[in-house]
């Protein structure tokens, strides 16, 4: 047989493909024809079979349909229907056949080019379902379904208790016929139920309708109609309509209030968007006008984003850094270690903090403290870092500057001063000098003494808040420790109308501190006292102990200070008082915390109603009385 042209069509192709004439004899055949009817190809082969061998029943419908191709070139049909196999099988096939436009050479029979597909299974499948679909109407109708029976020509009908009851009625409350159905349709409904009873009169079209029946309570009920024609009269007229009505307000309800809800939801779900894209457009805003750099880094470092401020920082344009590694930044400063505890902190997924010294385009240095996080992904696996980065140059210039002037203050200052506090000692050794003299020499050497008491309290409170002071803890007596200090401030404020009323409870009241800390803290309250008390007046200074044990110091003078005021009275930048009478103040609090204490300040007023500045120090209590703690 000649198939090559076929075969050629039908390459890749799960069908048969045919040619033949109106007499079914098969001139060409390719594809999978024996998978779709049962035969093999050369089962047609000239003298074989034709395909009308094959058709199980509607032969002849088959038969006229091919003559009427054979004498109208281009037309076709498609019909679906059984052929008998080999085996004995039966198949249903999908047939869709046509003719060739043009005449026929001469002396040669039109031909039918056929598309053959085997829809055996598809069949089965549908009769299946429809089975199942009539088995499960008529449990329907058996249970829940209200039945209705219209007799057409007289509009009477039957309607059954099941219908009754699911409009909340009695069997039999109203007449059952066709004009009561239509008085208890929804106006809204009526047209629509009218017109689809009409498509399946004419047409056929199904009946299945979903509308509102009055309830007897007035409310409307959802129901489902379904129906169909059951007899016509000899003209075609119908003459019997039987069907159902199901009671399907809940679902309909449920329907409404879950459109409600979804609704509600993406309204929701647009709201939430918008605060989103607003927080982001916030968030983007903030990172573009940050007053630090910004830079994020995809997972091998090429640069992905900087703010513009990294830009301003760094001298270089978005456009240079953009896929660059942050690396061109690189300064020379720190050594390779630097950056591989860096990146091994990154890679271990954590989060480095610490300085680092950069470099500019146009070469100068620049430092700043940077945290650099990994973004990790839903996966676990890095997908980008982010550096946030503060330039501390300026900071770092300071500290500098201030390390300088320790310096200088510490060795270039502290010698000379030690002349003046040993000179006036060296002097008074010397005969023949009268009191005043000596006491004059005294009134210079505390001076002295005072001036670098000043001085240790810069440094003290530089070095604490650095945490490289070297702290010696001992035992100390508070007591001994608040009378000698008392004495010193004294002598040295003995003609400004201030009067240094120093007391202690009685007993040792040890305490575990450390000898200079103890010493500074002290005087540092007593010369804020002076400084800020109303003249004339009197400070006190007062060691006890407290019913838990702790130790306490307290300094009182007169002066008010307000609520406010004292919540930020032991503060670095204080505002009441000096600069340096703040700092005196800030750090004998630093003192009493490294000690394992603390400091507070408020206002109190004494018996005769004034308002009093009082600072309670409270300090660790100690059980021995000497040696190292």
């Not at 198949?91 to 031909?111: A, Y």
């Not at 009908?157 to 699911?166: C, D, G, I, K, L």
């Not at 050594?335 to 091994?344: D, K, N, T, V």
């Not at 996966?379 to 300088?404: F, H, M, P, Q």
Request: glycine share 8%; charged share 30%; net charge negative.
């Amino acid at each position: 047989m000649k198939n090559n042209g076929a075969a050629a069509l039908l390459k890749g192709f799960k069908g048969a493909f045919t040619i033949s004439t109106a007499e079914g004899t098969v001139v060409e055949v390719a594809g999978e024809i024996e998978r779709v009817c049962g035969y093999p190809a050369d089962a047609f082969a000239p003298g074989g079979r034709s395909w009308y061998s094959l058709i199980c029943e509607g032969e002849p419908e088959i038969r006229a349909l091919r003559a009427r191709l054979s004498s109208s070139p281009g037309d076709g049909y498609l019909r679906e229907y059984r052929v008998c196999g080999a085996d004995g099988r039966e198949r249903w096939v999908w047939d869709q056949s046509w003719s060739e436009d043009g005449e026929s050479e001469p002396g040669e029979p039109p031909l039918i080019h056929s598309v053959i597909l085997d829809i055996h299974e598809r069949k089965i499948v549908e009769e299946s379902i429809l089975d199942e679909q009539r088995r499960f109407e008529l449990a329907l109708g058996a249970v829940e379904d209200g039945i209705w029976d219209w007799d057409v020509a007289t509009g009477e009908a039957y309607f059954s208790p099941r219908y009754y009851e699911m409009l909340g009625y009695r069997y039999g409350d109203f007449q059952a016929d066709y004009r009561s159905w239509e008085a208890l349709l929804h106006p809204d409904d009526l047209e629509r139920a009218k017109s689809a009873i009409k498509e399946h009169f004419d047409r056929g079209e199904p009946f299945d309708l979903e509308f509102r029946l009055r309830h007897k309570d007035g409310s409307w009920r959802w129901v489902r109609g379904r129906g169909r024609v059951m007899a016509r009269d000899a003209s075609g007229r119908v003459t019997r309509m039987v069907g159902t009505h199901v009671d399907i307000h809940k679902r309909r309800e449920t329907e409404a209030r879950l459109e409600e809800l979804l609704r509600s939801k993406a309204e929701r779900a647009e709201a939430l968007a918008d605060e989103r894209a607003a927080e982001l457009a916030m968030l983007h805003t903030a990172v573009e006008q940050s007053p630090v750099s910004i830079v994020i880094t995809d997972e091998r470092g090429a640069i992905r984003y900087v703010n513009p401020f990294f830009c301003r920082l760094t001298g270089y344009s978005q456009d240079e850094l953009m896929g660059a590694n942050p690396r061109i930044l690189k300064s020379g400063v720190h050594e390779a270690p630097f950056y591989r505890e860096l990146w091994a902190t990154l890679l271990s997924g954590l989060s480095w903090r610490g300085e680092i010294c950069n470099r500019r385009k146009d070469g100068s240095l620049y430092w700043e403290e940077a945290t650099i996080s990994p973004v990790i992904g839903r996966d676990g696996v890095v997908t980008n870092y982010i550096g946030v980065k503060e330039d501390i140059s300026a900071r770092k210039e300071a500290t500098r500057l201030r390390d300088e002037l320790d310096a200088v203050l510490r060795h270039d200052l502290k010698n000379p001063l030690n002349v003046v506090i040993n000179m006036p000692e060296l002097l008074a050794a010397e005969p023949g000098l009268n009191a005043d003299q000596r006491e004059s020499l005294g009134l210079i050497r505390d001076a002295g003494l005072l001036m670098l008491s000043v001085m240790n309290r810069s440094f003290i409170v530089h070095k604490i808040e650095r945490g490289s002071y070297p702290f010696r803890p001992a035992v100390i007596e508070l007591g001994a420790a608040v009378v000698k200090a008392a004495d010193f401030m004294r002598r040295l404020h003995a003609d400004e109308g201030i009067a240094i009323e120093a007391s202690a409870e009685p007993g040792p009241l040890f305490i575990r501190g450390d000898e200079t800390l103890v010493e500074q803290m002290i005087i540092n309250l007593l010369d804020n006292a002076l400084d800020s008390s109303v003249r004339p007046s009197s400070i006190s200074i007062r060691a006890y102990r407290r019913a838990e044990g702790a130790v306490i110091m307290s300094v009182s003078h007169r002066a008010a200070l307000g609520k406010a005021a004292a919540a930020t009275y032991l503060e670095k930048l204080s505002e009441q008082g000096s600069a340096a009478h703040a700092i005196g103040r800030y750090g004998a609090r630093l003192m009493a915390r490294l000690m394992g204490g603390d400091a507070v300040a408020a206002e109190e007023l004494d018996a005769n109603g004034e308002a009093l500045t009082v600072i309670t120090v409270s300090l660790q209590a100690a059980r021995r009385s000497h040696g190292q703690a």
